[in-house]
């Protein structure tokens, strides 16, 4: 099994949260035991055995939810996804402080090719007063935290704030999955045909709201799955990503 990605990230600083809007699509899965997601992270420790990372955004999941339909989800870990953390609330971790939001909730409605986009807003911030994460959806609306004493290194702060899509290649067939990740159309394809993420942001100490500096982008195997970013005075930091996976140029 193999995670492949297409990201923006920044580190080299203290973080104390991200937000973004994030584009909503129905990618095809063509293997039960993949998925494609887009999502934030929020991350520090190593790539070791000690990570730890806070994750939230959409995803299908056929293993997981049984279909096809970007669903909301959260995630978590704090050993570098070895033997801690799960999805949404499938083990203890994430409490849950709302019930207007269902986590795991299939997301609807969803943008489609050439027409209407869709996307939803997500915050991801440290509360300064009692050091808890809480994950922010939308406008305003609070669906819950995670608590401060759950993690070694992000008991204080995240060093690594990530955004962007990731898909599983399980290569069941013996060459790259078809599945796609964002619309399934590379990122170069624009708007209302490309995935975006858009108003890229970091948390500071006090909760104010930081533009990105000193960004990088990952792209792993550009052939199958790219990425393009850029600024404006509307969409702030944003970039479209995704792509087809298996075709010409992704064998």
């Known amino acids: 099994m193999l995670l492949q ?12 949260g991200a ?19 887009s999502q934030m992270w929020v991350i520090a420790g190593s790539f070791g055995k000690d990570l730890n990372t806070i994750e939230a955004g959409w995803q299908v999941s056929p293993q ?13 870990t704090t050993d570098a996804y070895q033997t801690t953390g799960c999805y949404n609330l499938l083990c203890s971790g994430f409490i849950q402080t709302n019930n207007r939001i269902a986590i795991g909730a299939a997301i609807s409605p969803r943008s489609a090719f050439n027409r209407r986009q869709f996307d939803i807003g997500l915050m991801i911030w440290k509360d300064p007063k009692h050091g808890h994460w809480w994950l922010e959806f939308g406008s305003g609306l609070l669906v819950g935290y ?12 995240a060093s690594m704030v990530q955004f962007g899509g990731e898909i599983v290649n399980t290569r069941s067939r013996g060459y790259h999955t078809g599945t796609q ?10 708007f209302r045909k490309a995935a975006y993420f858009r108003n890229l942001q970091v948390v500071d100490w006090d909760n104010s709201l930081l533009p990105l500096r000193n960004i990088h982008q990952l792209a792993d195997h550009s052939n199958c799955y790219n990425i393009r970013q850029g600024t404006n005075s509307v969409w702030g ?5 995704g792509g087809p996976g298996r075709n010409v140029r992704c064998p």
Do not use: C
Not at 5 to 16: C, I, L, S
Not at 146 to 157: E, G, K, V
Not at 181 to 190: R, V
């Open 181 to 190: 990740m964002g619309s399934g159309n590379f990122a170069e394809e624009g």
């Open 19 to 37: 937000k973004a809007s994030i584009n909503v699509w129905a990618p095809r899965v063509t293997d039960e035991f993949e998925f494609s997601l």
């Open 237 to 241: 930091t944003y970039f479209y990503y």
């Open 64 to 76: 997981l939810y049984g279909d096809n339909y970007p669903r909301f989800f959260t995630y978590w």
């Open 5 to 16: 990605h297409a990201v923006v990230f920044v580190n080299g600083d203290q973080y104390y």
């Open 146 to 157: 995670w608590p401060a004493n759950m993690f070694s290194h992000l008991r204080n702060h």
